[in-house]
């Protein structure tokens, strides 16, 4: 049985070594594949490596026919930066993707198919949440709860088509939403929380003091992050559970981090750390206007996938931070 996973980027080679570990074959797709990059995540017979384009219904059926494929994990997005600065391939890709991964899976009649979404679904709510954890089926006004980002807006209907197509078509789909993601590594990346890391490890590790002026990496209160590994972990035991009834799962550390969290994560490593802030945040994490009060409910993902989180704050900042520090040398 082979599994494909859309995008080559952290997340999916992760998921692709581990699954590879088990003894499982693994096809990794992705728009332009930095094989030097996943090499350093994940080098094993098992899996191959590919060049396709999720936009493209008729080549992305043909592979997964020609392959034998059973199960896909569809991480393949382009962040909101990216999106940003290109919105109609943006969304070509971020939606029209999702729904050619979606019909492959039911014209394929594919056993499983997870996709990734993220929790800035929420964020336009979090002004109107007081409660002790983040619901997955959090309540939403349709216009003034709107996605406050053309990436949020794609990954809205990402999840609504994931559900359609299970309930239309009887296709098992799993969506997980991804907190901020915590990652670093040769390859491309954007991320937000990447971007945080490596302004202050990057120049800890020269020894020069770390000068944050971008305001979108400065927040105030908490935000919930999460290690790309146990995105990883999360996308196995989606492929894996028996019975997932809910079908759309938070994935976080459920609990919540300020940038002076992140600030001494660092610490721990380069205990010399200086950081001077030119900016003030003036909302919550990476621009957004609310500020998060409560993590995420992670119940209802230990339930029904048995999964929780495997890595803290400093495990992953510890494990990142050398990728950061090579790029700064």
């Known amino acids: 049985m082979t599994t494909l996973i859309t995008g080559a980027g952290v997340i999916g080679c992760h998921t692709a070594r581990m699954l590879a570990q088990r003894g499982e074959e693994v096809l990794l797709l992705d728009l332009q594949p930095a094989a030097a990059a996943v090499a350093s995540i994940v080098d094993s017979p098992r899996v191959r490596l590919v060049q396709g384009d999720v936009s493209d219904f008729d080549s992305l059926s043909q592979r997964v026919r020609g392959e034998g494929v059973r199960r896909i994990v569809h991480t393949a997005a382009m962040l909101s930066t990216a999106i940003r600065a290109h919105p109609l ?10 729904a050619n991964v979606l019909e492959c899976g039911r014209l394929h009649a594919l056993e499983r198919v997870v996709v990734a979404s993220s929790t800035t679904v929420g964020y336009s709510t979090f002004g109107e949440f007081d409660g002790a954890a983040f619901p997955d089926d959090f309540p939403l006004r349709s216009i003034s709860h709107r996605p406050g980002s053309i990436y949020a807006a794609t990954k809205v209907s990402a999840e609504h088509l994931a559900l359609l197509y299970r309930d239309l078509y009887g296709l098992s789909t799993v969506t997980l939403r991804y907190a901020a993601v915590i990652s670093a590594w040769p390859g491309p990346g954007t991320s937000v929380p990447g971007r945080v890391l490596s302004a202050l490890a990057g120049p800890a590790s020269r020894r020069a003091a770390s000068v944050i ?51 001494q994560a660092v610490r721990h490593l380069h205990p010399a750390l200086q950081v001077e802030r030119r900016v003030a945040p003036a909302g919550g994490f990476a621009g957004f206007p609310h500020v998060r009060n409560a993590a995420s409910d992670l119940a209802p993902i230990d339930r029904e996938l048995g999964w929780r989180p495997s890595f803290s704050l400093d495990d992953a900042v510890a494990h990142f931070a050398p990728y950061t520090m090579e790029l700064a040398t």
């Open 89 to 98: 391939r943006g969304i070509a890709v971020n939606v029209m993707g999702t």
């Open 213 to 263: 002026d971008d305001p979108y990496i400065v927040w105030r209160g908490g935000e919930e992050f999460v290690d790309a590994r146990d995105c990883a972990l999360a996308n196995v035991a989606a492929l894996d559970a028996p019975a997932p009834v809910q079908g759309v799962y938070s994935v976080g550390m459920g609990r919540l981090h300020s940038f002076e969290d992140f600030e």
